[in-house]
Protein backbone atom coordinates (compact mmCIF):
# COMPACT_ATOMS: atom_id res chain seq x y z
CA UNK A 1 0.00 0.00 0.00
CA UNK A 2 1.27 3.20 -1.15
CA UNK A 3 2.38 5.54 1.62
CA UNK A 4 -1.08 7.96 2.24
CA UNK A 5 -0.86 11.38 1.52
CA UNK A 6 -3.29 14.18 2.86
CA UNK A 7 -5.84 14.92 0.11
CA UNK A 8 -8.33 17.17 1.68
CA UNK A 9 -8.27 18.95 4.43
CA UNK A 10 -10.90 21.72 5.69
CA UNK A 11 -11.77 23.12 8.93
CA UNK A 12 -15.16 24.05 10.01
CA UNK A 13 -15.09 27.05 12.65
CA UNK A 14 -18.49 25.69 15.00
CA UNK A 15 -21.04 28.10 16.14
CA UNK A 16 -20.88 28.00 19.65
CA UNK A 17 -23.36 28.29 22.40
CA UNK A 18 -25.00 31.03 24.18
CA UNK A 19 -24.80 30.58 27.52
CA UNK A 20 -25.92 33.92 29.53
CA UNK A 21 -25.27 35.91 26.91
CA UNK A 22 -21.62 35.08 26.35
CA UNK A 23 -20.07 32.93 23.38
CA UNK A 24 -17.73 30.68 23.25
CA UNK A 25 -16.02 29.86 20.33
CA UNK A 26 -14.01 26.89 18.74
CA UNK A 27 -13.02 24.71 16.15
CA UNK A 28 -13.99 20.81 14.92
CA UNK A 29 -10.97 20.26 11.86
CA UNK A 30 -12.36 17.30 10.06
CA UNK A 31 -9.23 15.91 7.75
CA UNK A 32 -10.14 13.47 5.38
CA UNK A 33 -7.25 11.76 4.76
CA UNK A 34 -7.04 9.09 1.57
CA UNK A 35 -4.58 7.46 0.33
CA UNK A 36 -2.77 8.21 -2.94
CA UNK A 37 -3.93 5.47 -4.80
CA UNK A 38 -7.52 5.58 -3.47
CA UNK A 39 -10.06 3.93 -5.41
CA UNK A 40 -12.53 6.28 -4.57
CA UNK A 41 -11.33 10.26 -4.43
CA UNK A 42 -13.45 13.01 -2.69
CA UNK A 43 -15.48 15.01 -4.56
CA UNK A 44 -17.06 17.94 -2.19
CA UNK A 45 -17.69 18.10 1.54
CA UNK A 46 -20.40 20.07 2.80
CA UNK A 47 -21.28 21.04 6.31
CA UNK A 48 -24.94 21.58 7.59
CA UNK A 49 -26.04 22.43 10.97
CA UNK A 50 -22.56 21.57 12.60
CA UNK A 51 -22.86 22.93 16.31
CA UNK A 52 -20.64 23.26 19.67
CA UNK A 53 -22.96 23.65 22.53
CA UNK A 54 -21.95 23.80 26.39
CA UNK A 55 -24.06 21.56 28.55
CA UNK A 56 -23.18 21.63 32.30
CA UNK A 57 -19.64 21.00 32.57
CA UNK A 58 -18.84 19.50 28.86
CA UNK A 59 -19.18 20.39 25.78
CA UNK A 60 -20.95 18.91 22.89
CA UNK A 61 -19.64 19.07 18.96
CA UNK A 62 -21.89 18.15 16.59
CA UNK A 63 -20.78 17.54 13.86
CA UNK A 64 -22.88 16.82 10.39
CA UNK A 65 -20.75 16.26 6.93
CA UNK A 66 -22.18 15.47 3.62
CA UNK A 67 -19.24 13.57 1.14
CA UNK A 68 -19.37 13.12 -2.35
CA UNK A 69 -17.18 10.46 -2.79
CA UNK A 70 -16.22 9.29 -6.61
CA UNK A 71 -15.23 5.52 -7.94
CA UNK A 72 -12.13 6.41 -9.58
CA UNK A 73 -11.58 3.14 -10.81
CA UNK A 74 -12.85 0.98 -13.70
CA UNK A 75 -14.46 -1.45 -11.35
CA UNK A 76 -17.92 -1.84 -9.48
CA UNK A 77 -17.82 -0.83 -6.27
CA UNK A 78 -20.23 -2.86 -3.97
CA UNK A 79 -18.92 -1.79 -0.45
CA UNK A 80 -17.04 0.88 1.31
CA UNK A 81 -15.90 1.68 4.90
CA UNK A 82 -14.97 5.36 6.44
CA UNK A 83 -12.63 5.31 9.25
CA UNK A 84 -13.14 7.48 12.05
CA UNK A 85 -10.87 8.21 14.89
CA UNK A 86 -10.72 11.70 17.37
CA UNK A 87 -7.95 10.78 19.37
CA UNK A 88 -8.23 13.93 21.57
CA UNK A 89 -11.88 13.38 22.49
CA UNK A 90 -11.18 8.87 22.84
CA UNK A 91 -8.32 7.64 22.63
CA UNK A 92 -9.37 4.14 23.32
CA UNK A 93 -12.20 4.39 20.68
CA UNK A 94 -12.59 5.02 17.59
CA UNK A 95 -16.10 4.59 15.04
CA UNK A 96 -16.65 3.94 11.25
CA UNK A 97 -19.20 4.46 8.42
CA UNK A 98 -19.89 1.80 5.97
CA UNK A 99 -22.19 1.76 3.06
CA UNK A 100 -22.92 -1.71 1.72
CA UNK A 101 -24.89 -2.81 -1.18
CA UNK A 102 -23.56 -0.34 -3.18
CA UNK A 103 -23.36 -0.93 -7.06
CA UNK A 104 -21.56 2.25 -8.08
CA UNK A 105 -19.90 2.42 -11.69
CA UNK A 106 -16.69 3.62 -13.02
CA UNK A 107 -16.81 7.30 -12.55
CA UNK A 108 -20.05 7.66 -10.40
CA UNK A 109 -20.45 9.68 -7.27
CA UNK A 110 -21.95 8.12 -4.27
CA UNK A 111 -22.90 10.41 -0.77
CA UNK A 112 -21.66 9.30 2.42
CA UNK A 113 -23.35 11.05 5.73
CA UNK A 114 -20.68 11.77 8.37
CA UNK A 115 -23.47 12.40 11.74
CA UNK A 116 -20.85 12.72 14.92
CA UNK A 117 -21.33 14.00 18.11
CA UNK A 118 -18.09 14.42 20.19
CA UNK A 119 -18.42 15.24 24.36
CA UNK A 120 -15.14 16.51 26.03
CA UNK A 121 -14.36 18.41 29.02
CA UNK A 122 -14.66 22.05 29.05
CA UNK A 123 -11.70 23.16 30.05
CA UNK A 124 -9.95 20.61 26.99
CA UNK A 125 -8.61 22.16 24.14
CA UNK A 126 -10.68 24.11 21.42
CA UNK A 127 -9.46 22.59 18.79
CA UNK A 128 -10.75 19.04 18.15
CA UNK A 129 -9.50 17.13 15.44
CA UNK A 130 -10.99 14.51 13.46
CA UNK A 131 -9.30 12.08 11.27
CA UNK A 132 -11.53 10.55 8.79
CA UNK A 133 -9.99 7.66 6.67
CA UNK A 134 -10.47 5.17 4.18
CA UNK A 135 -10.29 1.38 5.90
CA UNK A 136 -11.65 -0.84 2.79
CA UNK A 137 -13.13 -0.87 -0.87
CA UNK A 138 -15.06 -3.86 -1.83
CA UNK A 139 -15.18 -4.49 -5.74
CA UNK A 140 -17.87 -6.63 -7.20
CA UNK A 141 -15.27 -8.97 -8.11
CA UNK A 142 -14.83 -9.43 -4.24
CA UNK A 143 -11.52 -7.58 -5.23
CA UNK A 144 -10.33 -5.66 -2.06
CA UNK A 145 -8.74 -2.51 -1.44
CA UNK A 146 -7.15 -1.06 2.33
CA UNK A 147 -5.86 -0.70 5.14
CA UNK A 148 -8.44 -3.16 7.10
CA UNK A 149 -7.84 -2.56 10.55
CA UNK A 150 -11.34 -2.84 11.09
CA UNK A 151 -12.16 -5.85 9.41
CA UNK A 152 -13.68 -4.11 6.68
CA UNK A 153 -12.86 -6.98 4.15
CA UNK A 154 -14.70 -10.06 6.24
CA UNK A 155 -17.83 -7.80 6.72
CA UNK A 156 -18.00 -6.37 3.23
CA UNK A 157 -17.64 -9.75 1.76
CA UNK A 158 -20.41 -11.33 4.27
CA UNK A 159 -22.71 -8.49 3.41
CA UNK A 160 -21.93 -8.96 -0.65
CA UNK A 161 -22.69 -12.91 -0.35
CA UNK A 162 -25.91 -12.22 1.80
CA UNK A 163 -26.37 -9.34 -1.29
CA UNK A 164 -26.51 -12.06 -3.71
CA UNK A 165 -28.15 -14.67 -1.40
CA UNK A 166 -31.21 -12.59 -1.40
CA UNK A 167 -31.16 -11.16 -4.86
CA UNK A 168 -31.10 -14.80 -5.74
CA UNK A 169 -33.78 -16.02 -3.49
CA UNK A 170 -35.97 -12.29 -4.66
CA UNK A 171 -35.54 -13.17 -8.16
CA UNK A 172 -36.87 -16.92 -7.86
CA UNK A 173 -39.67 -15.50 -6.45
CA UNK A 174 -40.28 -13.39 -9.39
CA UNK A 175 -39.56 -16.43 -11.42
CA UNK A 176 -41.72 -18.64 -10.29
CA UNK A 177 -44.84 -16.65 -8.34
CA UNK A 178 -44.32 -13.59 -10.45
CA UNK A 179 -44.62 -10.31 -9.22
CA UNK A 180 -47.83 -10.73 -6.55
CA UNK A 181 -45.45 -13.76 -5.10
CA UNK A 182 -42.60 -11.44 -4.86
CA UNK A 183 -44.88 -8.21 -3.49
CA UNK A 184 -45.79 -10.90 -0.53
CA UNK A 185 -42.79 -11.51 0.29
CA UNK A 186 -41.74 -7.49 0.76
CA UNK A 187 -44.94 -7.10 2.30
CA UNK A 188 -43.71 -9.92 4.91
CA UNK A 189 -40.70 -8.52 5.66
CA UNK A 190 -41.80 -5.51 6.76
CA UNK A 191 -44.32 -7.41 9.38
CA UNK A 192 -41.28 -9.14 10.47
CA UNK A 193 -38.91 -6.06 10.93
CA UNK A 194 -41.98 -4.30 12.64
CA UNK A 195 -42.60 -7.15 14.86
CA UNK A 196 -38.58 -7.85 15.68
CA UNK A 197 -37.71 -6.52 19.13
CA UNK A 198 -34.51 -4.36 19.54
CA UNK A 199 -33.07 -3.17 22.42
CA UNK A 200 -30.33 -0.92 24.26
CA UNK A 201 -27.40 -2.11 25.16
CA UNK A 202 -24.01 -1.71 26.80
CA UNK A 203 -20.80 -3.05 26.43
CA UNK A 204 -17.80 -3.38 28.60
CA UNK A 205 -14.96 -5.19 28.16
CA UNK A 206 -13.78 -7.33 31.18
CA UNK A 207 -16.75 -6.30 33.04
CA UNK A 208 -18.04 -7.40 36.17
CA UNK A 209 -21.48 -7.72 37.61
CA UNK A 210 -23.10 -4.43 38.48
CA UNK A 211 -26.02 -5.69 40.17
CA UNK A 212 -26.87 -7.51 43.17
CA UNK A 213 -28.81 -9.69 41.64
CA UNK A 214 -27.24 -13.53 41.87
CA UNK A 215 -25.15 -14.75 38.81
CA UNK A 216 -25.61 -18.00 37.73
CA UNK A 217 -24.40 -20.10 34.63
CA UNK A 218 -26.49 -20.72 32.07
CA UNK A 219 -26.44 -23.45 29.13
CA UNK A 220 -26.61 -22.35 25.81
CA UNK A 221 -29.07 -24.22 23.75
CA UNK A 222 -28.16 -24.11 20.14
CA UNK A 223 -30.31 -24.11 16.44
CA UNK A 224 -28.48 -26.72 14.87
CA UNK A 225 -27.92 -25.68 11.16
CA UNK A 226 -28.36 -27.81 8.68
CA UNK A 227 -25.35 -27.33 6.15
CA UNK A 228 -23.18 -25.05 8.75
CA UNK A 229 -19.98 -26.14 8.55
CA UNK A 230 -19.37 -25.59 12.39
CA UNK A 231 -21.39 -27.72 14.78
CA UNK A 232 -22.01 -25.46 18.29
CA UNK A 233 -20.93 -28.40 21.57
CA UNK A 234 -21.35 -26.72 24.18
CA UNK A 235 -21.22 -23.25 25.76
CA UNK A 236 -22.51 -21.15 28.90
CA UNK A 237 -22.19 -17.26 29.99
CA UNK A 238 -22.87 -15.66 33.62
CA UNK A 239 -26.17 -14.00 33.68
CA UNK A 240 -27.30 -12.03 36.53
CA UNK A 241 -30.30 -9.75 36.17
CA UNK A 242 -29.97 -7.75 33.05
CA UNK A 243 -26.57 -8.59 32.33
CA UNK A 244 -24.80 -11.54 30.35
CA UNK A 245 -20.77 -12.04 30.62
CA UNK A 246 -18.06 -14.28 29.56
CA UNK A 247 -19.75 -16.82 26.79
CA UNK A 248 -17.82 -19.51 26.60
CA UNK A 249 -17.97 -22.26 24.07
CA UNK A 250 -17.10 -25.37 22.24
CA UNK A 251 -17.30 -25.87 18.14
CA UNK A 252 -16.32 -28.04 16.23
CA UNK A 253 -15.04 -28.08 12.44
CA UNK A 254 -17.55 -30.62 10.56
CA UNK A 255 -16.12 -29.37 6.77
CA UNK A 256 -13.72 -30.80 4.96
CA UNK A 257 -11.72 -27.07 4.77
CA UNK A 258 -9.52 -25.18 7.40
CA UNK A 259 -11.51 -22.72 8.69
CA UNK A 260 -10.02 -19.21 10.00
CA UNK A 261 -12.76 -17.26 11.32
CA UNK A 262 -16.47 -17.72 12.75
CA UNK A 263 -19.56 -15.94 13.88
CA UNK A 264 -21.93 -17.85 16.57
CA UNK A 265 -25.63 -15.41 17.51
CA UNK A 266 -26.60 -15.42 20.56
CA UNK A 267 -30.10 -14.97 21.30
CA UNK A 268 -31.46 -14.16 25.18
CA UNK A 269 -34.72 -15.24 26.44
CA UNK A 270 -36.06 -13.31 28.93
CA UNK A 271 -38.73 -14.29 31.95
CA UNK A 272 -41.40 -12.65 30.07
CA UNK A 273 -41.22 -14.76 26.86
CA UNK A 274 -39.42 -12.16 24.72
CA UNK A 275 -36.90 -13.04 23.09
CA UNK A 276 -34.20 -10.74 21.45
CA UNK A 277 -30.62 -10.87 19.29
CA UNK A 278 -28.40 -9.73 22.29
CA UNK A 279 -24.92 -9.89 19.31
CA UNK A 280 -22.43 -12.01 18.45
CA UNK A 281 -19.94 -14.07 19.74
CA UNK A 282 -16.56 -14.16 16.96
CA UNK A 283 -13.88 -15.68 17.20
CA UNK A 284 -10.54 -15.93 14.75
CA UNK A 285 -8.94 -19.34 14.93
CA UNK A 286 -7.29 -21.95 12.55
CA UNK A 287 -9.50 -25.03 13.04
CA UNK A 288 -8.48 -28.00 10.45
CA UNK A 289 -11.61 -30.37 9.34
CA UNK A 290 -12.66 -32.88 12.74
CA UNK A 291 -10.91 -30.29 15.46
CA UNK A 292 -12.58 -28.28 18.59
CA UNK A 293 -11.86 -25.40 19.68
CA UNK A 294 -13.07 -23.43 22.93
CA UNK A 295 -14.46 -19.73 22.09
CA UNK A 296 -14.10 -17.66 25.05
CA UNK A 297 -14.65 -14.08 25.55
CA UNK A 298 -14.24 -11.68 28.61
CA UNK A 299 -17.08 -8.77 27.84
CA UNK A 300 -19.99 -7.97 29.46
CA UNK A 301 -23.24 -7.02 28.24
CA UNK A 302 -25.57 -4.84 30.06
CA UNK A 303 -29.27 -4.53 29.09
CA UNK A 304 -31.28 -1.52 30.33
CA UNK A 305 -34.73 -1.66 31.45
CA UNK A 306 -36.79 -2.33 28.53
CA UNK A 307 -40.72 -0.97 28.17
CA UNK A 308 -40.12 0.25 31.59
CA UNK A 309 -39.60 -2.90 33.45
CA UNK A 310 -35.90 -4.39 33.91
CA UNK A 311 -34.77 -7.41 31.93
CA UNK A 312 -34.98 -10.39 33.57
CA UNK A 313 -32.80 -12.75 31.24
CA UNK A 314 -33.48 -16.14 31.70
CA UNK A 315 -31.75 -18.46 28.83
CA UNK A 316 -29.96 -18.31 25.62
CA UNK A 317 -29.80 -19.97 22.36
CA UNK A 318 -26.61 -19.57 20.24
CA UNK A 319 -26.42 -20.49 16.49
CA UNK A 320 -23.83 -19.99 14.18
CA UNK A 321 -24.52 -16.95 11.87
CA UNK A 322 -20.95 -16.56 9.57
CA UNK A 323 -17.89 -19.08 8.88
CA UNK A 324 -14.76 -18.05 7.09
CA UNK A 325 -12.22 -20.87 5.08
CA UNK A 326 -8.73 -20.12 5.43
CA UNK A 327 -9.31 -19.99 1.71
CA UNK A 328 -11.52 -16.81 1.86
CA UNK A 329 -14.15 -18.15 0.86
CA UNK A 330 -17.16 -17.45 3.34
CA UNK A 331 -20.58 -19.26 4.71
CA UNK A 332 -23.48 -17.49 5.49
CA UNK A 333 -27.49 -19.33 6.46
CA UNK A 334 -29.35 -20.31 3.46
CA UNK A 335 -32.56 -18.18 3.03
CA UNK A 336 -34.22 -21.83 4.60
CA UNK A 337 -32.01 -21.09 8.32
CA UNK A 338 -33.41 -17.80 8.12
CA UNK A 339 -36.75 -19.22 7.68
CA UNK A 340 -37.00 -20.81 10.83
CA UNK A 341 -39.31 -19.63 13.16
CA UNK A 342 -36.83 -19.43 15.85
CA UNK A 343 -34.43 -17.39 13.82
CA UNK A 344 -37.14 -15.36 11.95
CA UNK A 345 -38.32 -13.60 15.07
CA UNK A 346 -35.40 -12.05 16.32
CA UNK A 347 -32.98 -11.72 13.29
CA UNK A 348 -32.84 -8.23 11.04
CA UNK A 349 -33.16 -8.98 7.13
CA UNK A 350 -30.00 -8.61 5.37
CA UNK A 351 -28.63 -4.64 3.98
CA UNK A 352 -29.44 -5.98 0.32
CA UNK A 353 -33.00 -7.04 2.06
CA UNK A 354 -33.60 -4.11 3.67
CA UNK A 355 -32.57 -1.58 0.73
CA UNK A 356 -34.36 -3.71 -1.78
CA UNK A 357 -38.10 -3.53 1.12
CA UNK A 358 -37.03 0.73 0.86
CA UNK A 359 -37.19 1.08 -2.90
CA UNK A 360 -40.37 -1.34 -3.07
CA UNK A 361 -41.90 1.11 0.05
CA UNK A 362 -40.64 4.36 -1.66
CA UNK A 363 -40.87 3.19 -5.56
CA UNK A 364 -43.21 0.53 -6.07
CA UNK A 365 -43.16 -2.76 -7.11
CA UNK A 366 -41.99 -2.17 -10.61
CA UNK A 367 -38.99 0.01 -9.59
CA UNK A 368 -38.08 -3.31 -7.24
CA UNK A 369 -38.49 -6.26 -10.12
CA UNK A 370 -36.63 -3.56 -12.13
CA UNK A 371 -33.65 -2.87 -9.83
CA UNK A 372 -33.33 -7.26 -9.10
CA UNK A 373 -33.10 -7.13 -13.08
CA UNK A 374 -29.72 -5.26 -13.22
CA UNK A 375 -27.83 -7.79 -11.42
CA UNK B 1 -19.89 3.39 125.38
CA UNK B 2 -21.75 5.86 123.13
CA UNK B 3 -20.16 9.46 122.85
CA UNK B 4 -21.83 12.53 122.16
CA UNK B 5 -22.18 14.23 118.61
CA UNK B 6 -20.38 16.55 117.71
CA UNK B 7 -22.99 19.20 117.57
CA UNK B 8 -22.89 18.26 121.37
CA UNK B 9 -19.56 18.77 122.43
CA UNK B 10 -19.29 21.97 120.40
CA UNK B 11 -22.30 23.12 122.14
CA UNK B 12 -20.86 22.16 125.86
CA UNK B 13 -17.50 23.31 124.57
CA UNK B 14 -19.27 27.05 124.43
CA UNK B 15 -21.46 26.07 127.44
CA UNK B 16 -24.38 26.82 125.36
CA UNK B 17 -25.88 23.19 125.87
CA UNK B 18 -29.69 23.99 126.67
CA UNK B 19 -30.92 20.92 128.46
CA UNK B 20 -29.73 19.97 132.07
CA UNK B 21 -29.45 16.43 131.81
CA UNK B 22 -28.06 16.54 128.71
CA UNK B 23 -25.34 18.58 129.91
CA UNK B 24 -24.90 16.56 132.72
CA UNK B 25 -25.25 13.70 130.94
CA UNK B 26 -22.49 15.09 128.16
CA UNK B 27 -20.23 16.35 130.99
CA UNK B 28 -20.45 13.38 132.84
CA UNK B 29 -19.06 11.36 129.22
CA UNK B 30 -16.65 14.07 128.96
CA UNK B 31 -14.86 13.67 132.62
CA UNK B 32 -14.78 9.80 132.03
CA UNK B 33 -13.37 10.08 127.97
CA UNK B 34 -10.19 10.92 127.12
CA UNK B 35 -11.28 10.99 123.05
CA UNK B 36 -14.02 13.96 123.93
CA UNK B 37 -11.98 15.71 126.46
CA UNK B 38 -9.59 16.76 123.83
CA UNK B 39 -12.48 17.41 121.14
CA UNK B 40 -13.85 19.60 123.67
CA UNK B 41 -10.20 21.49 124.66
CA UNK B 42 -9.79 22.00 120.55
CA UNK B 43 -13.54 23.52 120.13
CA UNK B 44 -12.54 25.81 123.28
CA UNK B 45 -9.16 27.00 121.91
CA UNK B 46 -10.62 27.37 118.46
CA UNK B 47 -13.29 29.57 120.22
CA UNK B 48 -10.62 31.36 121.77
CA UNK B 49 -9.16 32.32 118.52
CA UNK B 50 -12.28 33.94 116.78
CA UNK B 51 -13.32 35.84 119.72
CA UNK B 52 -9.51 37.29 119.46
CA UNK B 53 -10.16 37.83 115.90
CA UNK B 54 -13.62 39.35 116.54
CA UNK B 55 -11.51 41.83 119.01
CA UNK B 56 -9.33 43.21 116.14
CA UNK B 57 -12.22 44.77 114.22
CA UNK B 58 -12.64 48.02 114.36
CA UNK B 59 -13.99 49.41 116.80
CA UNK B 60 -16.38 51.97 115.13
CA UNK B 61 -18.01 49.67 112.66
CA UNK B 62 -21.17 50.61 112.00
CA UNK B 63 -23.33 47.52 111.61
CA UNK B 64 -26.26 49.13 110.74
CA UNK B 65 -24.98 50.68 107.41
CA UNK B 66 -23.21 47.48 106.74
CA UNK B 67 -26.28 45.27 106.78
CA UNK B 68 -28.34 47.88 104.98
CA UNK B 69 -25.27 47.78 101.93
CA UNK B 70 -25.66 44.10 101.96
CA UNK B 71 -29.58 44.13 101.65
CA UNK B 72 -28.97 47.04 98.96
CA UNK B 73 -26.66 44.33 97.37
CA UNK B 74 -29.46 41.35 97.20
CA UNK B 75 -31.46 43.46 95.65
CA UNK B 76 -29.49 44.67 93.27
CA UNK B 77 -28.44 41.11 92.57
CA UNK B 78 -31.92 39.97 92.21
CA UNK B 79 -33.10 42.75 89.52
CA UNK B 80 -30.15 41.61 87.36
CA UNK B 81 -31.63 37.99 87.44
CA UNK B 82 -34.71 39.27 86.59
CA UNK B 83 -33.53 41.28 83.60
CA UNK B 84 -31.04 38.32 82.55
CA UNK B 85 -34.24 36.02 82.29
CA UNK B 86 -36.50 38.04 80.41
CA UNK B 87 -33.60 38.33 77.73
CA UNK B 88 -33.61 34.67 77.71
CA UNK B 89 -36.77 34.12 76.81
CA UNK B 90 -37.66 33.05 73.56
CA UNK B 91 -38.77 35.71 71.49
CA UNK B 92 -42.64 35.56 69.78
CA UNK B 93 -42.07 34.35 66.09
CA UNK B 94 -42.63 37.45 64.02
CA UNK B 95 -44.87 36.72 60.72
CA UNK B 96 -42.97 36.62 57.55
CA UNK B 97 -43.08 39.13 55.73
CA UNK B 98 -42.36 37.20 52.29
CA UNK B 99 -45.74 37.08 50.63
CA UNK B 100 -47.63 34.02 49.33
CA UNK B 101 -46.91 35.43 45.63
CA UNK B 102 -43.09 35.93 46.17
CA UNK B 103 -42.69 31.94 47.48
CA UNK B 104 -44.43 30.87 44.38
CA UNK B 105 -42.55 32.89 41.87
CA UNK B 106 -39.44 31.63 43.61
CA UNK B 107 -40.85 28.05 43.59
CA UNK B 108 -41.21 28.49 39.72
CA UNK B 109 -37.41 30.06 39.04
CA UNK B 110 -36.35 26.73 41.21
CA UNK B 111 -38.47 24.26 38.86
CA UNK B 112 -37.48 26.25 35.55
CA UNK B 113 -33.81 26.59 36.63
CA UNK B 114 -33.81 22.44 37.47
CA UNK B 115 -35.52 21.52 34.54
CA UNK B 116 -33.47 23.85 32.44
CA UNK B 117 -29.89 22.29 34.08
CA UNK B 118 -31.33 18.91 33.69
CA UNK B 119 -32.53 19.33 29.91
CA UNK B 120 -29.24 20.49 29.36
CA UNK B 121 -26.93 17.67 30.53
CA UNK B 122 -25.34 15.76 28.30
CA UNK B 123 -26.56 11.79 28.25
CA UNK B 124 -23.83 10.24 30.18
CA UNK B 125 -23.76 13.27 33.05
CA UNK B 126 -27.60 13.12 33.52
CA UNK B 127 -26.93 8.94 33.54
CA UNK B 128 -24.62 9.57 36.23
CA UNK B 129 -26.43 12.32 38.03
CA UNK B 130 -29.52 9.72 38.17
CA UNK B 131 -27.63 6.86 39.51
CA UNK B 132 -26.05 9.33 42.16
CA UNK B 133 -29.27 9.74 43.23
CA UNK B 134 -30.33 6.64 42.98
CA UNK B 135 -27.80 5.60 45.66
CA UNK B 136 -28.63 8.54 48.05
CA UNK B 137 -32.18 6.56 47.97
CA UNK B 138 -31.50 3.18 48.34
CA UNK B 139 -28.85 3.91 51.15
CA UNK B 140 -31.59 6.16 52.80
CA UNK B 141 -34.25 3.93 52.73
CA UNK B 142 -31.57 1.21 54.00
CA UNK B 143 -32.08 -1.41 50.90
CA UNK B 144 -29.71 -2.11 48.16
CA UNK B 145 -31.60 -2.27 44.63
CA UNK B 146 -28.58 -1.51 42.76
CA UNK B 147 -24.79 -0.46 42.49
CA UNK B 148 -24.44 2.53 40.72
CA UNK B 149 -21.69 2.31 38.11
CA UNK B 150 -22.08 0.15 35.23
CA UNK B 151 -18.03 0.18 34.60
CA UNK B 152 -15.19 1.61 36.22
CA UNK B 153 -14.53 5.37 35.27
CA UNK B 154 -11.12 4.73 33.38
CA UNK B 155 -13.31 1.65 31.46
CA UNK B 156 -13.88 2.39 27.58
CA UNK B 157 -17.86 1.45 27.32
CA UNK B 158 -19.64 0.92 23.80
CA UNK B 159 -23.40 1.58 24.03
CA UNK B 160 -25.63 1.15 21.19
CA UNK B 161 -29.31 2.48 21.07
CA UNK B 162 -31.56 3.13 17.83
CA UNK B 163 -30.49 6.78 17.34
CA UNK B 164 -26.81 6.16 18.36
CA UNK B 165 -23.89 4.40 19.18
CA UNK B 166 -21.60 5.97 21.26
CA UNK B 167 -18.13 4.55 22.88
CA UNK B 168 -17.45 6.40 25.79
CA UNK B 169 -13.81 6.70 27.72
CA UNK B 170 -13.04 8.96 31.16
CA UNK B 171 -16.15 10.87 30.91
CA UNK B 172 -15.11 12.11 26.77
CA UNK B 173 -17.70 10.33 24.15
CA UNK B 174 -17.85 9.61 20.77
CA UNK B 175 -21.00 9.04 19.39
CA UNK B 176 -22.17 8.68 16.21
CA UNK B 177 -25.86 9.65 15.28
CA UNK B 178 -28.46 8.15 13.26
CA UNK B 179 -30.88 10.36 11.16
CA UNK B 180 -33.05 8.21 10.50
CA UNK B 181 -35.54 6.07 13.45
CA UNK B 182 -37.47 3.99 10.62
CA UNK B 183 -35.38 0.43 9.66
CA UNK B 184 -33.00 0.68 12.52
CA UNK B 185 -31.30 -2.23 13.29
CA UNK B 186 -28.52 -2.71 16.32
CA UNK B 187 -25.70 -5.09 16.47
CA UNK B 188 -23.17 -5.85 19.11
CA UNK B 189 -20.01 -7.83 18.31
CA UNK B 190 -18.62 -9.43 21.75
CA UNK B 191 -15.22 -8.50 20.41
CA UNK B 192 -15.64 -5.01 20.82
CA UNK B 193 -18.03 -3.01 18.41
CA UNK B 194 -21.00 -1.75 18.71
CA UNK B 195 -23.48 -0.74 15.28
CA UNK B 196 -26.25 0.41 14.29
CA UNK B 197 -27.53 0.36 10.56
CA UNK B 198 -30.34 2.66 8.66
CA UNK B 199 -31.54 2.85 5.11
CA UNK B 200 -32.29 6.28 4.01
CA UNK B 201 -35.13 7.61 1.95
CA UNK B 202 -32.86 6.74 -1.47
CA UNK B 203 -32.17 3.23 -0.29
CA UNK B 204 -28.29 3.52 0.48
CA UNK B 205 -27.33 1.36 3.08
CA UNK B 206 -25.02 3.38 6.06
CA UNK B 207 -23.97 1.15 9.18
CA UNK B 208 -22.53 2.97 11.77
CA UNK B 209 -19.67 1.38 14.10
CA UNK B 210 -17.85 2.54 17.23
CA UNK B 211 -15.21 0.22 18.64
CA UNK B 212 -12.99 -0.52 21.13
CA UNK B 213 -8.78 0.67 20.33
CA UNK B 214 -7.45 -2.68 20.01
CA UNK B 215 -9.74 -4.29 16.92
Known sequence: MPSSKRLTGFAAALAAALMGGSTARAAVLLNIDLPKDSPVALLSAEHGDSSETARGGAMLLDLHAALSLRNSTQRRIHGVTLLITAQDVTPGGRGSVTITSLDVGPGEAFPVRIDLRLLRPLQASNNVPVQVGLDGVLFDDLSFYGLDKLGSRRNLTLSEFEARRDRKYFKSLLAEGGPQRLQQEMIESMAHSADRPSLDVQMVRGGRATNFEPEKQVQFAFLRLPDSPIEPMEGMARIAGNEARAPRLEVKNRSDRPIRYLELGWILHDRGGQEFLAGSVPAELSLAPGQKSPILENTTLKFPQHGGQPLAIESMTGFVSSVEFADGSVWIPSRADLGMPELQRVMAPSDEEQRLVQIYRKKGLKALIAELNRF | ?215
Open chain 2, 1 to 215: MKHPSESQLALFAGGDLAGGWERWGVGRHVSRCAACQNEVSLLRAASAEVRALTAELPKDVNWNRLAAEMTGNIRVGLAAGEAIARFDKPVAPHRLRLGWNAALVLGCATVVFVAAFWMSLPQPQAEHLMTALKRIRTERIGRLVQRPAAAPDDAVVLEASASSIQVKENGRAMSLMNPHSDGVTVSVSMRGSAGVRYVDDTGQVTTNKVYYAEQ
